[in-house]
């Protein structure tokens, strides 16, 4: 007798052996015990699932005869009797398969349909089932759509497909349809063991794990691995063979690759990569592993009690997991999954796995808490500016911005000079020393910061704020039209007013280096400018917890920290209220306030010397490092384009020229 394939040796013979699809084996064994059966039934889903199974089981329980020739209409075929026998076979007059893969066309569906109007010959029901039916042409499904929707009492319609997209609505409105989903890689591995064990062929469970994940959810994918393996390994499954049958990576080169990128040791990522290169192992493999295992250890991290103990491979998981940061886990991954489809843009996909793994390197965070290692101790500097110079910098500013001008009538040199008039005078506000904001037990400690840069964006802030206090215009509106009289910009007068004017000492220079010698500037009192308008974040008002929050949280993002959904947290949070156990944060949105977050928050608040329990609401927030930070920026955007707009040659181009200043064009230093 000639050998029969697992695939089809072990194809299930009813709905009780069908493995992996409840769902629709539920569905239609209670349709069938009630009665309440439809005409067209549509199966849907990837190759190897059981969509053809699923037909004939379901023709066989419209067909079968029960073994003494008196059953009925059953959910349970008997399978013995002539009906069940002859469509395991094949050979069942009354059910009819078509492959409309190779049967496309209307002339084949016109043939089928016209054995419709004949009634069955042996049994209830004539069947047809209509394999890969989005072949099929436009006028085949044209064809066949009458008969569809009115079919006779004795017919009944299966339609399979892998890619019901491309199967008119017309038709799928018509049917039934029941999606076969892929089956899990525990739910393969688990069946492969019962076959094996009734074909007593011998197989450990590494092995069973590689041919299910290979399988990627098709059953039938699995049985014809396995009957590869057992030929490969002479009756016998074991991992290693198996391993090089499917030319899969070790998972032991995964495991010291990212033990490796967590410790963040190049040395051995270069040197494992060369390993794999001389082994002849896939590069695809290696991330598509890589990508498998940083899944399960994004998973153990959020839920620690999802381990599962008969994996052999559970202890090194939760090592890796272990040693490395939630959002870590998730950056590696999503490098992994985009690095795959670079592999065969480069010429060597070594090289391009090289690359790969290096920037998993490059974009590891500077610094981070593992298990297991020291924690540092955060200590902040003293701080340069007190929380009333902010505040009364906020407000100047704020004073100056809502201040409405008439347009301004005087020539460069005149606005030129009381620019340079309102920086020096705000030079003594901005470099008289301040007082640190509440410093901890660890301000006065001698270890400091080498660079103490937990102020830095609220400087550039304060200068644009000095620079913009100059001017005469309103925030958020159009500039103010500039009538200019006749004027000469010469060389001698140009280097005056580089020396009394330092903001705009670039654009001087450039002019200086043209050689523009002289601009005659004509008056047109009636002429105004194409300026774009500006619009500029309102100022966050000044309160002592917003002042300490904010250089709290500049400090703690310029010592690396914080990171990701943790540095997120911080900016986007006000401090509504503190005490010495205990702060109370608020954030706008639900998906920061999230415990592994806060706590991660609290840590790094515990190493700079406040160790505090942090309580967050959810809520409208006024005063937040990341509103003072867009502030700042808004205000130094408004600065820079002032001197822009107020420089003579852009007025004169703009005017005579019909020149145009691209929005969005000019940015701050």
Same mark, same amino acid.
């Given at each position: 007798?000639?050998?029969?394939?697992?695939?089809?040796?072990?194809?299930?013979?009813?709905?009780?052996?069908?493995?992996?699809?409840?769902?629709?084996?539920?569905?239609?064994?209670?349709?069938?015990?009630?009665?309440?059966?439809?005409?067209?039934?549509?199966?849907?889903?990837?190759?190897?699932?059981?969509?053809?199974?699923?037909?004939?089981?379901?023709?066989?329980?419209?067909?079968?005869?029960?073994?003494?020739?008196?059953?009925?209409?059953?959910?349970?075929?008997?399978?013995?009797?002539?009906?069940?026998?002859?469509?395991?076979?094949?050979?069942?007059?009354?059910?009819?398969?078509?492959?409309?893969?190779?049967?496309?066309?209307?002339?084949?569906?016109?043939?089928?349909?016209?054995?419709?109007?004949?009634?069955?010959?042996?049994?209830?029901?004539?069947?047809?089932?209509?394999?890969?039916?989005?072949?099929?042409?436009?006028?085949?499904?044209?064809?066949?759509?009458?008969?569809?929707?009115?079919?006779?009492?004795?017919?009944?319609?299966?339609?399979?497909?892998?890619?019901?997209?491309?199967?008119?609505?017309? /038709?799928?409105?018509?049917?039934?349809?029941?999606?076969?989903?892929?089956?899990?890689?525990?739910?393969?591995?688990?069946?492969?063991?019962?076959?094996?064990?009734?074909?007593?062929?011998?197989?450990?469970?590494?092995?069973?794990?590689?041919?299910?994940?290979?399988?990627?959810?098709?059953?039938?994918?699995?049985?014809?691995?396995?009957?590869?393996?057992?030929?490969?390994?002479?009756?016998?499954?074991?991992?290693?063979?198996?391993?090089?049958?499917?030319?899969?990576?070790?998972?032991?080169?995964?495991?010291?690759?990212?033990?490796?990128?967590?410790?963040?040791?190049?040395?051995?990522?270069?040197?494992?990569?060369?390993?794999?290169?001389?082994?002849?192992?896939?590069?695809?493999?290696?991330?598509?592993?890589?990508?498998?295992?940083?899944?399960?250890?994004?998973?153990?991290?959020?839920?620690?009690?999802?381990?599962?103990?008969?994996?052999?491979?559970?202890?090194?998981?939760?090592?890796?997991?272990?040693?490395?940061?939630?959002?870590?886990?998730?950056?590696?991954?999503?490098?992994?999954?985009?690095?795959?489809? =670079?592999?065969?843009?480069?010429?060597?996909?070594?090289?391009?796995?090289?690359?790969?793994?290096?920037?998993?390197?490059?974009?590891?965070?500077?610094?981070?808490?593992?298990?297991?290692?020291?924690?540092?101790?955060?200590?902040?500097?003293?701080?340069?500016?007190?929380?009333?110079?902010?505040?009364?910098?906020?407000?100047?500013?704020?004073?100056?911005?809502?201040?409405?001008?008439?347009?301004?009538?005087?020539?460069?040199?005149?606005?030129?000079?009381?620019?340079?008039?309102?920086?020096?005078?705000?030079?003594?506000?901005?470099?008289?020393?301040?007082?640190?904001?509440?410093?901890?037990?660890?301000?006065?400690?001698?270890?400091?910061?080498?660079?103490?840069?937990?102020?830095?964006?609220?400087?550039?802030?304060?200068?644009?704020?000095?620079?913009?206090?100059?001017?005469?215009?309103?925030?958020?509106?159009?500039?103010?039209?500039?009538?200019?009289?006749?004027?000469?910009?010469?060389?001698?007068?140009?280097?005056?007013?580089?020396?009394?004017?330092?903001?705009?000492?670039?654009?001087?220079?450039?002019?200086?280096?043209?050689?523009?010698?002289?601009?005659?500037?004509?008056?047109?009192?009636?002429?105004?400018?194409?300026?774009?308008?500006?619009? /500029?974040?309102?100022?966050?008002?000044?309160?002592?917890?917003?002042?300490?929050?904010?250089?709290?949280?500049?400090?703690?993002?310029?010592?690396?920290?914080?990171?990701?959904?943790?540095? =997120?947290?911080?900016?986007?949070?006000?401090?509504?209220?503190?005490?010495?156990?205990?702060?109370?944060?608020?954030?706008?949105?639900?998906?920061?306030?999230?415990?592994?977050?806060? =706590?991660?928050?609290?840590?790094?608040?515990?190493?700079?010397?406040?160790?505090?329990?942090?309580?967050?609401?959810?809520?409208?927030?006024?005063?937040?490092?990341?509103?003072?930070?867009?502030?700042?920026?808004?205000?130094?955007?408004?600065?820079? =384009?002032?001197?822009?707009?107020?420089?003579?040659?852009?007025?004169?181009?703009?005017?005579?020229?019909?020149?145009?200043? /691209?929005?969005?064009?000019?940015?701050?230093?």
């Amino acid at each position: 007798m000639s050998y029969l394939v697992l695939a089809r040796k072990y194809r299930p013979r009813n709905f009780t052996e069908m493995v992996g699809q409840d769902h629709v084996v539920q569905a239609l064994s209670n349709a069938l015990t009630t009665g309440r059966l439809h005409h067209a039934y549509m199966f849907t889903g990837t190759r190897g699932v059981g969509k053809t199974t699923v037909s004939r089981i379901l023709a066989k329980s419209l067909n079968c005869q029960g073994p003494d020739g008196q059953g009925g209409i059953t959910a349970i075929p008997c399978g013995v009797c002539q009906a069940c026998t002859d469509i395991d076979s094949g050979r069942f007059v009354d059910y009819t398969e078509l492959d409309a893969a190779s049967n496309r066309g209307v002339d084949e569906v016109q043939a089928l349909l016209e054995q419709a109007v004949y009634k069955p010959v042996q049994g209830r029901f004539k069947v047809f089932m209509i394999d890969e039916v989005h072949m099929l042409t436009n006028t085949a499904f044209n064809a066949m759509l009458k008969t569809l929707e009115e079919p006779p009492e004795y017919l009944k319609f299966v339609l399979a497909t892998t890619d019901p997209q491309k199967v008119p609505v017309t /038709v799928l409105s018509r049917c039934l349809q029941f999606n076969l989903r892929p089956m899990a890689p525990d739910t393969i591995r688990e069946h492969l063991q019962k076959v094996l064990a009734t074909e007593q062929v011998s197989a450990d469970m590494p092995s069973l794990r590689l041919l299910a994940r290979a399988a990627r959810g098709s059953m039938r994918d699995a049985l014809s691995l396995t009957d590869q393996a057992i030929a490969f390994g002479s009756g016998v499954l074991e991992e290693a063979t198996v391993r090089q049958m499917l030319g899969s990576v070790d998972r032991s080169y995964v495991f010291r690759l990212l033990q490796a990128l967590a410790q963040g040791d190049g040395k051995t990522v270069v040197e494992t990569s060369e390993a794999l290169r001389t082994h002849g192992l896939s590069a695809a493999s290696t991330l598509e592993e890589m990508g498998s295992v940083l899944q399960r250890m994004a998973v153990l991290q959020a839920v620690p009690d999802a381990a599962d103990d008969s994996d052999p491979e559970a202890a090194d998981i939760a090592q890796l997991a272990a040693l490395m940061p939630a959002d870590e886990t998730q950056l590696l991954y999503s490098i992994c999954l985009h690095g795959r489809g =670079e592999l065969g843009l480069a010429p060597d996909e070594y090289a391009a796995l090289t690359m790969v793994l290096l920037r998993l390197l490059a974009f590891k965070p500077a610094v981070e808490q593992r298990a297991g290692q020291e924690k540092k101790t955060l200590k902040f500097a003293p701080l340069r500016h007190s929380p009333e110079a902010i505040a009364s910098a906020a407000t100047a500013a704020t004073a100056a911005t809502a201040q409405t001008a008439p347009a301004i009538t005087a020539t460069a040199t005149a606005t030129a000079t009381a620019t340079a008039m309102a920086l020096t005078s705000a030079t003594p506000a901005l470099t008289a020393p301040m007082r640190p904001v509440a410093p901890p037990s660890t301000l006065a400690s001698p270890h400091i910061f080498e660079q103490n840069k937990p102020l830095a964006l609220l400087d550039k802030g304060r200068a644009a704020i000095e620079v913009v206090a100059s001017g005469d215009h309103p925030a958020g509106q159009h500039l103010a039209v500039r009538d200019m009289t006749s004027a000469s910009i010469s060389a001698p007068e140009l280097a005056q007013k580089n020396e009394q004017n330092k903001p705009l000492a670039l654009i001087e220079q450039a002019k200086a280096a043209i050689k523009i010698e002289a601009i005659q500037v004509h008056v047109q009192t009636d002429s105004v400018l194409d300026v774009p308008t500006v619009q /500029v974040a309102a100022a966050v008002p000044s309160n002592p917890e917003g002042d300490f929050w904010y250089a709290t949280v500049q400090a703690l993002v310029a010592a690396n920290a914080i990171t990701a959904l943790v540095r =997120e947290l911080a900016l986007q949070a006000q401090l509504v209220a503190r005490d010495a156990d205990q702060w109370l944060l608020r954030v706008e949105r639900e998906s920061l306030n999230q415990p592994g977050s806060r =706590e991660r928050l609290a840590a790094a608040l515990a190493d700079a010397g406040y160790p505090v329990k942090l309580v967050a609401e959810v809520g409208r927030v006024t005063d937040s490092p990341a509103k003072r930070n867009a502030a700042a920026a808004a205000q130094a955007q408004l600065a820079a =384009e002032k001197i822009v707009f107020d420089d003579p040659l852009v007025q004169t181009l703009m005017r005579d020229f019909a020149a145009k200043i /691209v929005p969005g064009s000019i940015k701050p230093l």
